[in-house]
Nanobody
Framework: QVQLVESGGGLVQAGGSLRLSCAAS????????MGWVRRAPGKQRELVAA???????NYGDSLKGRFTISRNNAKNTVYLQMNSLKPEDTAVYYC?????????????WGQGTQVTVSS
């Protein structure tokens, strides 16, 4: 059983920073992608950032430069540093791991952590 435990969400004023963490436990293959997606009220889910086990990164539109994703493979943990936060960043942020160990990829999800940015 793979479990993802997120932490670091909360309430912050516009212009502030937050750091999200997501620790994965259980058996995960060495080739995987860890990342974050978010869902704001009334909006579709969108990619925030993703990072491969080799360290390649991908960011959602207009987020690179304010958000930085990183990971610690030894700890199976992914981080999201969010700077210069804006009210439109308010959303529930979900951690995701896509595991390529099996013949077809498997997705695991965290429970979500609320990020609220006040103006």
């Amino acid at each position: 059983q793979v479990q993802l435990v997120e932490s670091g969400g909360g309430l912050v004023q516009a212009g502030g920073s937050l750091r999200l963490s997501c620790a994965a436990s259980g058996k995960i293959g060495s080739i995987n992608v860890m990342g974050w997606v978010r869902r704001a009220p009334g909006k579709q889910r969108e990619l925030v950032a993703a990072i491969t086990s080799a360290g390649s990164t991908n960011y959602g539109d207009s987020l690179k430069g304010r958000f930085t994703i990183s990971r610690n493979n030894a700890k199976n943990t992914v981080y999201l540093q969010m700077n210069s936060l804006k009210p439109e960043d308010t959303a529930v942020y979900y951690c995701n791991v896509r595991d390529y160990y099996y013949s077809s990829p498997r997705d695991y999800w965290g429970q979500g952590t609320q990020v609220t940015v006040s103006s």
